[in-house]
């Protein structure tokens, strides 16, 4: 998210007005975009996001709440129109831009992450597995029979920018493959989450909208097998799919799912070629051509060079990133998490099955699934810890996956509608996984700082350093 830097000793690059050391720019706009380009900037929206929309509803003006976001907006011509309240724009259609972005992360991942090879996927996909399954058995189990199973997924979710953001706070000093650890898992975490709302929570499935969508899809495929890369273009068939799939009964999120996964993830051109280009390109052009744009075609071409030398999947991503972590997902929660917690309602939510499913999913099954499955890939050797990360900090890296607030939300309003108690259950629990995280991120960033065995405190391990060989390595 944050700009690129600029070598302020070069005279000749002239910075423009925002980034100048002077007045407003220093003083205002420059602290803004530091704070806006800090990982933990998301998150702090959406906590503000999410207390704005519980005063909203819980003040004098709360029926306005539920006006303004249950407020009918059209778009469409005639017939060819889809008419939706606000509420259900922002979670099937700007929500889309968020599954995009993720099915983007999912895509870089698995091409030139850590999930790219069995060996380094191995460890946080059945992490991920393990905090998946144990938190759905127990909300089963506590609402077996029920009406209420049928939010068996909810406490499945993990919220990446509230988790990135406890361990940047509460974890620092503990080593950076914890938190490459923490990516991994939550990616795979929204792989699970994104299967589950396609399967399970869809409604009947009209084939018709689908074979259009499939056919829009294809017809992406096939411009890019002959190197189609007009923006319009793809843009025009990604509304179709979407289109097609919000008809087809499946969730329309997933179409941005899938557009991410289809996105490319090469460039179009070398960067070593288009370097070339640029250097052939600045010989044989003046500092000061008359016309001052005598020479403009040069550079404009130059310019769509260098765009295509960043694959598509990186532009979309570096563009869509701070949309959908700054203005969508912020607005989702305040579309869906105002709900009414005076006269007694946190109380008589707490009574319920479903909310102790969820906290009890969240708080307790995240963790001991994370860390459980964990424990086994490495006893059975089918994977190792990342390097330099202790037990300790495994444990706190699975009280931090049960803050699952945005895609648990999500899942909470496909699988009860017309409930506000399970949004409840999600709050309450990711608030108490946050604090629980943050204790133990705390106590293991503390413990590691004292300990002997830390670089940092001069001192080193003496067994440590007659068990390792010149060539072993954690990974």
Same mark, same amino acid.
């Given at each position: 998210?944050?700009?690129?830097?600029?070598?302020?000793?070069?005279?000749? +690059?002239?910075?423009?007005?925002?980034?100048?050391?002077?007045?407003?720019? %220093?003083?205002?706009?420059?602290?803004?975009?530091?704070?806006?380009?800090?990982?933990?900037?998301?998150?702090? $929206?959406?906590?503000?996001?999410?207390?704005?929309?519980?005063?909203?509803?819980?003040?004098?003006?709360?029926?306005?709440?539920?006006?303004?976001?249950?407020?009918?907006?059209?778009?469409?011509?005639?017939?060819?129109?889809?008419?939706?309240?606000?509420?259900?724009?922002?979670?099937?259609?700007?929500?889309?831009? @968020? @599954?995009?972005?993720?099915? $983007?992360?999912?895509?870089?991942?698995?091409?030139?992450?850590?999930?790219?090879?069995?060996?380094?996927?191995?460890?946080?996909?059945?992490?991920?597995?393990?905090?998946?399954?144990?938190?759905?058995?127990?909300?089963?189990?506590?609402?077996?029979?029920?009406?209420?199973?049928?939010?068996?997924?909810?406490?499945?979710?993990?919220?990446?920018?509230?988790?990135?953001?406890?361990?940047?706070?509460?974890?620092?000093?503990?080593?950076?493959?914890?938190?490459?650890?923490?990516?991994?898992?939550?990616?795979?975490?929204?792989?699970?989450?994104?299967?589950?709302?396609?399967? &399970?929570?869809?409604?009947?499935?009209? /084939?018709?909208?689908?074979? +259009? !969508?499939?056919?829009? &899809? =294809?017809?992406?495929?096939?411009?890019?097998?002959?190197?189609?890369?007009?923006?319009?273009?793809?843009?025009?068939?990604?509304? +179709?799919?979407?289109?097609?799939?919000?008809?087809?009964?499946?969730?329309?999120?997933?179409?941005?799912?899938?557009?991410?996964?289809?996105?490319?993830?090469?460039?179009?051109?070398?960067?070593?070629?288009?370097?070339?280009?640029?250097?052939?390109?600045?010989?044989?052009?003046?500092?000061?051509?008359?016309?001052?744009?005598?020479?403009?075609?040069?550079? $404009?071409?130059?310019?769509?060079?260098?765009?295509?030398?960043?694959?598509?999947?990186? %532009?979309?991503?570096?563009?869509?990133?701070?949309?959908?972590?700054?203005?969508?997902?912020?607005? &989702?929660?305040?579309?869906?998490?105002?709900?009414?917690?005076?006269?007694?309602?946190?109380?008589?939510?707490?009574?319920?099955?479903?909310?102790?499913?969820?906290?009890?999913?969240?708080?307790?099954?995240?963790?001991?699934?994370?860390?459980?499955?964990?424990?086994?890939?490495?006893?059975?050797?089918?994977?190792?810890?990342?390097?330099?990360?202790?037990?300790?900090?495994?444990?706190?890296?699975? !009280?931090?996956?049960? /803050?699952?607030?945005?895609?648990?939300?999500?899942?909470?309003?496909? !699988?009860?509608?017309?409930?506000?108690?399970?949004?409840?259950?999600?709050? +309450? !629990?990711?608030?108490?996984? =946050?604090?629980?995280?943050?204790?133990?991120?705390?106590? =293991?960033?503390?413990? %590691?700082?004292?300990?002997?065995?830390?670089?940092?405190?001069?001192?080193?391990?003496? %067994?440590?350093?007659?068990?390792?060989?010149?060539?072993?390595?954690?990974?």
């Amino acid at each position: 998210m944050s700009e690129p830097t600029i070598d302020r000793a070069d005279a000749d +690059v002239r910075l423009p007005w925002a980034r100048k050391d002077s007045g407003v720019p %220093r003083r205002v706009l420059q602290p803004l975009q530091s704070f806006l380009s800090a990982e933990f900037a998301g998150a702090a $929206l959406l906590l503000l996001a999410t207390i704005v929309a519980l005063i909203w509803a819980n003040s004098p003006w709360k029926d306005s709440y539920q006006a303004f976001w249950h407020t009918r907006f059209v778009v469409g011509i005639g017939s060819w129109s889809v008419d939706l309240d606000l509420v259900h724009w922002v979670n099937d259609g700007l929500m889309t831009l @968020f @599954f995009f972005v993720v099915g $983007l992360e999912i895509k870089r991942e698995l091409t030139t992450g850590e999930l790219r090879t069995p060996r380094a996927a191995a460890l946080p996909v059945i992490a991920a597995l393990g905090g998946m399954v144990v938190p759905a058995a127990l909300f089963l189990a506590v609402n077996a029979g029920g009406e209420g199973a049928r939010g068996w997924a909810i406490p499945m979710a993990t919220d990446i920018a509230f988790a990135v953001a406890v361990v940047t706070v509460f974890g620092r000093g503990l080593p950076s493959s914890l938190r490459t650890f923490l990516l991994a898992l939550a990616i795979v975490d929204d792989i699970g989450a994104i299967l589950v709302i396609a399967v &399970f929570y869809s409604a009947g499935i009209g /084939i018709g909208p689908l074979v +259009v !969508a499939a056919g829009a &899809f =294809a017809l992406m495929a096939v411009a890019q097998r002959i190197h189609v890369r007009s923006l319009v273009i793809y843009a025009g068939l990604g509304l +179709v799919v979407w289109l097609g799939v919000f008809s087809s009964g499946v969730h329309a999120t997933i179409a941005g799912v899938l557009l991410g996964l289809a996105t490319p993830s090469r460039p179009f051109q070398r960067p070593a070629a288009v370097s070339r280009e640029a250097e052939r390109v600045a010989a044989a052009t003046e500092d000061d051509p008359q016309p001052p744009d005598a020479e403009a075609q040069e550079w $404009l071409r130059l310019a769509n060079l260098s765009r295509e030398a960043v694959s598509p999947l990186a %532009r979309f991503e570096h563009a869509l990133h701070p949309w959908t972590s700054l203005v969508i997902v912020p607005l &989702f929660a305040l579309a869906n998490a105002g709900v009414q917690i005076g006269g007694g309602a946190v109380r008589e939510a707490l009574s319920s099955p479903v909310v102790l499913g969820i906290i009890v999913g969240l708080v307790v099954g995240k963790c001991v699934g994370v860390t459980g499955a964990t424990w086994l890939a490495v006893r059975t050797r089918v994977a190792v810890l990342p390097e330099g990360v202790r037990w300790a900090e495994i444990v706190a890296v699975g !009280a931090t996956a049960g /803050i699952g607030f945005t895609v648990a939300l999500f899942i909470s309003h496909l !699988a009860f509608p017309l409930d506000d108690t399970p949004t409840i259950g999600v709050l +309450v !629990a990711s608030v108490l996984a =946050a604090g629980v995280s943050a204790a133990l991120l705390r106590r =293991a960033a503390r413990h %590691r700082a004292s300990s002997p065995a830390n670089p940092a405190s001069g001192h080193a391990d003496p %067994r440590r350093a007659q068990r390792s060989g010149p060539g072993e390595r954690r990974v």
